[in-house]
């Protein structure tokens, strides 16, 4: 499974936008993702791989999750940890 | 145009359940959060709440009726009375017919909900208690007030979330006002510290698994409360005449939708709120000394409420005094509003502000005199009481000096 194709695709699809035009660059406000969009996401990717990411809109862990790569590199690293 | 009073107060709140210890409670910033106990944690990644573990419903209701009830209706009922008792007033008689009970709530029987689920797909049970419907219906806290004090008049629930509490409290300012009813009871009531509850809170990734903080910096989130309040509301020249304590004035009330995003709050919409609530209330900027705020404890809701102030009172913001109730009570949703309107009202009849607890670091983005963590006696000629709700709905209530 593409950890990369996977993430580009939740986040398009909540942006509405083709999953090609993202890169592990864009910034994830600057697309346009909401606040909700943004917790609709995590759920989707915590559901699709099994994971449990840590994410309290109201800390600095937001930080963590400013661009798509962002979310690629830490989920990657989750789904690493449990498949360990 | 009748004048409308508070005559009388009545809480179920996770620092108690009588007046004084509410208000103690507050204005010692002593947090009814504590670890989840009356539920299993097993399967919680938030494991504080502020229950109201002091309320027990067997002491006080007929146990024939108990079952007929979710808990949240208890609260209600429990409220209801001790602001009955509070205010001297007789609901006997033609008041009987003419009392308006006005009873917000967010979600309604929430645990009677969870209770049925739980059997039905937790247990694989065939049948659920015969009296869900009634039990989990959002009006119940208002019947079951109406039924337990035989009243009669115009009586219905309010959900509006977050500002269910201060929305009921409006009305019934207005119902008063308008000369519809000379008497009424409104407040707010909720329960749903559930596993299902929690666990939906959870996934909206807004709590805080540490402490409610508002207006500090390291804020880390809400944390979920419950509880009921109802105050009484009566005609000035009625409670004077029956020679009535006056905890307050009801001078305005302000409401509006942002008619925006889901959950996020907007500036405008918070600003546009006080202002109507200034203006109904037929109040300047700089006759407002004291602010009750919303102030959950999410980093959005605390800098935007300071916005919103900035925006509306302008240098005057810099001269009065703001402070949450949450991190003491938590955030009782559909009660929120109806606790902190009797906190309001205890403010304005003692002059002491109730500080914001759980403070540790200033925020520039929320630069206001947040009375952090001590309380203090000041003048205090009127006060507004802010909720911001869930769905863009907002509620302010202008409170005076009687």
Redesign the interface.
Known sequence: MDVGKEIKAAIAKHLNVPAESLTDDTDLADAGL???DF?EI??DLEEKFGIELP?????ASTADFKTVGDVIRLVSSLVETRAA | MKRVVVTGLGVVSPVGCSRETFWSGLVEGRTGVKPIAHIPTGRLDIKIAAYASDFDAESFIDPRRLSQMDRFAQMAIFSARSAVADSGVDLRGELAQTTAIIVGTGMGGATTLDNSYQRLYGENASRVHPLTVPRLMVNAGASHVAMDLEVTGPTFAVASACSSGTHAVGLAFQMVRGGTVPLALAGGAEACLTVGGLKAWEALRVLSPEACRPFSKNRSGLVLGEGAAMLVLEERERAVARGAAIYAEILGFGMGADAGDLTSPSVEGMARTMRQALADAGCNVDDIDYINAHGTGTLINDASETRAIRDVFGAHADRLAISSNKAVLGHGLGAAGALEAVATALTLQRQILPPTAGYQIPDPQCDLDVVPNVARSQTVRVALSNSFAFGGLNAVLAFGRN
């Open positions: 909401a606040s909700l917790v995590i759920f994410y309290n809109a109201n800390t």
